[in-house]
């Protein structure tokens, strides 16, 4: 169940157990507001136990007309680029003045929740990688690729530096090929890290040990980690972006759709109205720039001497810089991908722009709802005391000393059945796992 949902009211919302709860939740939020001066700009709502702070009506239409957050920071006299206190006010007003209703179970939560946005749009900005489809790479000295788990984590490294080297070169010195999805994932563990090292240390070690036997990808590090907010049925406003949100920008071309790698593309927004570009991280894209890439891919198509789709990345970068010298294919091409997506499978008058965003769950101790999977070791162990229990039966019986009574040998031989069919149950899971991984989309 996701903590956001489109409402009227939207707003950040704190919901708390007591009312003592409540009085802390009020003081601790609103000063978190006031260290930035924005308290006189924002209301207060008491409903029941929970508290909802919204930034005043005539406000959010001058700062944001019909959601659209690109302009915040020039409204507010903001350079997020060099403060990071800035950039928290960006991420904070836009949640503030949003059609949806962020929910958290306490003021620390909602907190850490900005943190979190404001440590992803700061590794993104510094990501920058080699985007490839069907290779991968990771730096030596921390990680190692493990058939049919992916790359794990070297014992005894810090995830934290592993990240950072994977992804940023100006402290590994190299690219490293990626998928577009992929990259995705490792900054938004890294902000996610970085923020359990002061607020749940104990849930950054059970990570650790978690990257170090079985990373979690594709599917499951979405249910695992994300919440989603906005829908095919209610969708959000197409110009309304949080700092932080994970996205993606949906290729309506159905021919092209069809290249691997160009299905569509997972990017952050960084806030100014801007997403990032990990092949070209100095030139980040502006919504408007985004949508002339991915409607040009359509342009890009050919087919290879071994019969397979490809993209031609120079035949796009030249018709889009053809397409922003004339104004009438620009607004042409505008009108056409600035529209919300058809439905997954569906080809027809849908734009680019998807209807939701991304972000991370709650970390702290005391209402953390993040489940990492439970480690197959422990099954595993289980089987082998079974076997042992299997292999004393059978030697009790070959020299005619019963250990147990017949009916106790059949209640003993079931459960080690019940035991292994799990066992390849499980194993099963992590095959069909892989595959999806190998699957999804990667751009």
């Not at 900005?125 to 493990?146: C, G, I």
């Not at 069809?258 to 100095?282: A, H, I, P, Q």
Request: proline fraction near 5%; aromatic fraction near 10%; charge should be neutral.
């Amino acid at each position: 169940m996701t903590r956001t949902h489109v409402s009227p009211s939207g707003g950040i919302l704190i919901q708390v157990q007591d009312e003592v709860g409540l009085a802390v939740a009020r003081r601790d939020f609103l000063a978190y507001i006031a260290s930035f001066e924005r308290h006189h700009q924002v209301e207060t709502c008491q409903e029941g136990l929970a508290l909802r702070f919204r930034l005043l009506s005539n406000l959010a239409q001058a700062w944001a007309p019909d959601f659209d957050t690109s302009r915040l920071p020039e409204h507010l006299r903001l350079d997020p680029v060099a403060c990071v206190g800035d950039l928290e006010q960006e991420i904070l007003v836009a949640m503030l003045l949003g059609p949806v209703t962020f929910a958290f179970p306490s003021s620390i939560e909602a907190i850490s929740a900005i943190h979190i946005r404001r440590n992803i749009v700061q590794a993104a900005r510094r990501t920058a990688l080699d985007f490839h489809t069907t290779e991968a790479e990771r730096p030596e000295d921390y990680w190692a690729y493990v058939e049919g788990k992916g790359f794990t984590i070297l014992p005894g490294r810090s995830m934290i530096e592993g990240l950072v080297k994977a992804t940023q070169p100006d402290r590994s010195g190299q690219l490293y090929a990626f998928s577009c999805y992929r990259s995705t994932e490792y900054v938004i563990l890294l902000a996610l890290a970085q923020e359990l090292a002061t607020s749940n240390p104990a849930l950054l070690q059970r990570l650790q040990r978690q990257w170090e036997d079985r990373p979690i990808m594709s599917g499951q590090f979405h249910d695992v980690f994300l919440h989603e907010y906005g829908a095919m049925e209610a969708p959000l406003p197409p110009k309304y972006y949080v700092p932080g949100d994970r996205l993606w920008f949906r290729n309506p071309d159905e021919r092209s759709a069809d290249v691997t790698g160009y299905e569509g593309s997972w990017v952050f927004y960084l806030g100014e109205g801007l997403f990032s570009n990990f092949w070209k991280r100095e030139q980040p894209f502006s919504l408007t720039t985004k949508c002339l890439e991915i409607y040009h891919w359509r342009h890009g198509v050919y087919i290879d001497d071994k019969g397979e789709m490809r993209m031609d990345e120079g035949i796009v970068e030249a018709r889009v810089r053809a397409s922003r010298g004339d104004p009438t294919e620009m607004a042409y091409i505008q009108q056409r991908m600035l529209k919300l997506r058809d439905p997954n499978g569906v080809y027809r008058d849908g734009g680019c722009i998807d209807t939701s965003r991304e972000y991370l769950r709650c970390i702290h101790p005391a209402t953390a709802d993040i489940r990492l999977p439970a480690q197959p070791f422990g099954l595993w162990k289980r089987v082998l005391r079974l076997l042992r229990i299997r292999t004393r039966l059978r030697i009790a019986l070959c020299v005619s000393m019963p250990l147990l009574a017949p009916n106790h040998h059949a209640a003993a031989a079931h459960s080690i059945s019940e035991e292994i069919r799990e066992i390849c149950h499980v194993e099963q899971l992590v095959r069909i796992e892989t595959g999806m991984a190998a699957r999804q989309l990667l751009r």
